[in-house]
């Protein structure tokens, strides 16, 4: 089956210092991949995605690239600001079987601190 | 346009007691989903279903759960005779369908707590 697998948190990091939050996965198929923020308090908002191989998803500042050959997906931002505080959830979507599913990660709390 | 709206935000119910949980989804939405997320976790999918239809329920326990999608009105989670390992984050999500992949745009969630 699929699965998602993310570096456990919390991180803690300084404002403007460079973020790095891994995430691979086990999927069949080709699958698209995404990365989601959640907000204390509310539900999840997409933040990027990449749809196939070699492609790159990016978003304020956050980017993402889709590697096959390692099946990663990390997500890198290279200054985070206090604004960034939140929970990231890596996710996949893969449509074998008639699954509309999405599996995600068990997510990485960030707090960024001034 | 407004999005997915999830109503009530906080369910507070003893054990044993009953908790329906509403899903509006987003304007021309057709399809919703719904997933569980317990404390410390990521969110794990419980069913999918489109209106009158329940296409995927294979994330759904066997007992207590059920849900709908009627022709009018929102999408009902319902669980009965709730314990206190019900207690939850339950977000609901909706797409514009299809056979590819659209979108899934969340709600902002119903928290549950059975005392």
């Known amino acids: 089956g699929n699965s998602v697998t993310q570096m456990e948190g919390p991180v803690t990091l300084s404002e403007e210092a460079f973020l790095t939050i891994n995430c691979t996965y086990t999927?069949?198929?080709?699958?698209?991949l995404f990365w989601y923020v959640q907000y204390p308090g509310e539900g999840l908002q997409l933040l990027l995605k990449?749809?196939?191989?070699?492609d790159k998803g990016s978003n304020k500042g956050f980017e993402a690239t889709y590697r096959k050959e390692t099946t990663s997906f990390h997500l890198e931002k290279g200054s985070v600001q206090v604004s960034d505080s939140a929970v990231y959830f890596c996710a996949l979507y893969s449509s074998g079987a008639g699954s509309y599913q999405l599996t995600f990660g068990k997510g990485t709390k960030l707090s960024v601190i001034p | 346009n407004a999005g997915v709206m999830q109503n009530p935000r906080h369910l507070v119910r003893r054990r044993g007691q009953e908790a329906r949980l509403r899903c509006s989804p987003m304007k021309g939405h057709s399809h919703v989903y719904w997933y569980r997320q317990l404390p410390e976790e990521g969110l794990k999918f419980m069913v999918y279903?489109?209106?009158?239809?329940?296409?995927?329920e294979s994330g759904m326990p066997k007992e207590r759960f059920s849900a709908e999608f009627p022709k009018e009105g929102p999408s009902i989670l319902r669980i009965q005779q709730v314990v206190r390992g019900d207690s939850a984050a339950y977000f609901c999500?909706?797409?514009?369908?299809?056979?590819?992949?659209?979108?899934?745009?969340f709600g902002p969630g119903t928290r549950l707590t059975v005392l």
């Open positions: 999500a909706s797409s514009g369908g299809g056979s590819s992949y659209n979108e899934q745009f």
């Open positions: 990449a749809t196939k191989a070699d």
């Open positions: 999927a069949t198929g080709y699958p698209s």
């Open positions: 279903l489109q209106k009158e239809n329940i296409i995927d």
